[in-house]
Nanobody
Framework: QVQLVESGGGLVQAGGSLRLSCAASGRTFNNYVMGWFRQAPGKEREFVAA????????YYADSVKGRFTISRDNAKSTVYLQMNSLKPEDTAVYYC????????????????WGQGTHVTVSS
């Protein structure tokens, strides 16, 4: 049974930083892409960033490019999202997700999802 468990959310002031973690278990992810998505109140879930499990290819939404960094530690089966220069508009529930390749990495049509972690950025 695949499990994706996010952690690291919280309350931070604008301009601050947070690092989210996603611990993945239940299968090998060699042919998967791991993504981070977010959903703000009253808005649709949107793509944030993605990384290939077996390469260094990364993808970012324009709204976070230059501020967020996605990475992974294969030995720990964990994907990270380092978020710097946070803005109030980054406030959302952040979800980790996984989908087997080939896939449209910016789409929300991922197979596996975590339960989400709340991020609140105060102004």
């Amino acid at each position: 049974q695949v499990q994706l468990v996010e952690s690291g959310g919280g309350l931070v002031q604008a301009g601050g930083s947070l690092r989210l973690s996603c611990a993945a278990s239940g299968r090998t992810f060699n042919n998967y892409v791991m993504g981070w998505f977010r959903q703000a109140p009253g808005k649709e879930r949107e793509f944030v960033a993605a990384i290939m499990w077996s390469s260094d290819l990364t993808y970012y939404a324009d709204s976070v490019k230059g501020r967020f960094t996605i990475s992974r530690d294969n030995a720990k089966s964990t994907v990270y999202l380092q978020m710097n220069s946070l803005k109030p508009e980054d406030t959302a529930v952040y979800y980790c997700a996984a989908v087997r390749l080939p896939a449209v990495v910016v789409s929300t049509e991922y197979t596996y999802w975590g339960q989400g972690t709340h991020v609140t950025v105060s102004s």
